[in-house]
């Protein structure tokens, strides 16, 4: 069968990683992090791109699309599952092309959901995580800056690409966490009752 993805946007801190492990366990997706992919690669002492990894991370720059592309292929295709959530990809209109190019063919983009959360807010949340020993290296004012840069310059107009193709269902993630929870069941519940993932594994 043809894995179907449903891909999760939103700027840093947005809620992403706390309502996929929601979503895996109550519809039973794969949770595939990209920054956490890229993480496990950089602490793996012989990958040949550990180094470059952790310096774009640092710098809250995107790591290029074809080493996240791999990651995400090997991901997929050692999954007896084929239902995934891709958190925090595509990022920028080069890993949009890389996913086109690479793995689109071979998957089924069923939806984008978008959590929608100023940057304050976003930025109080990483901080806040940060000083709770997250061990995340970008959970700093500096890396932070930076990420958000890269988030309004790059992946906002990815995110309005997929409004255009009438994919994205946006999600308002400033609310309290059991009403997102709850605007989030209800897409996902709709998702299922039109027959989109009827299969299980």
Known sequence: ????VVFILGGPGAGKGTHCKKISKEFNFVHLSAGDLLREECAR???EYGALIEEHIREGKIVPVDITCSLLERAIQESANKKFLIDGFPRNEDNL???NRRCAKNAQLLLVLYFNCPLEVCSSRCLRRGAGGSGRSDDNAE???KRFHTYLSATQPIINRYKELN???EIDSTQRINKVWSDVKKIFNELEAQGDFTYNN
Request: net charge neutral; no cysteine; charged share 25%.
């Open 143 to 145: 890396s932070l800056h």
């Open 97 to 99: 092309e890389g996913w």
């Open 167 to 169: 994919l994205v269902r």
């Open 1 to 4: 069968m043809v894995p179907k």
């Open 45 to 47: 002492p012989d990958s």
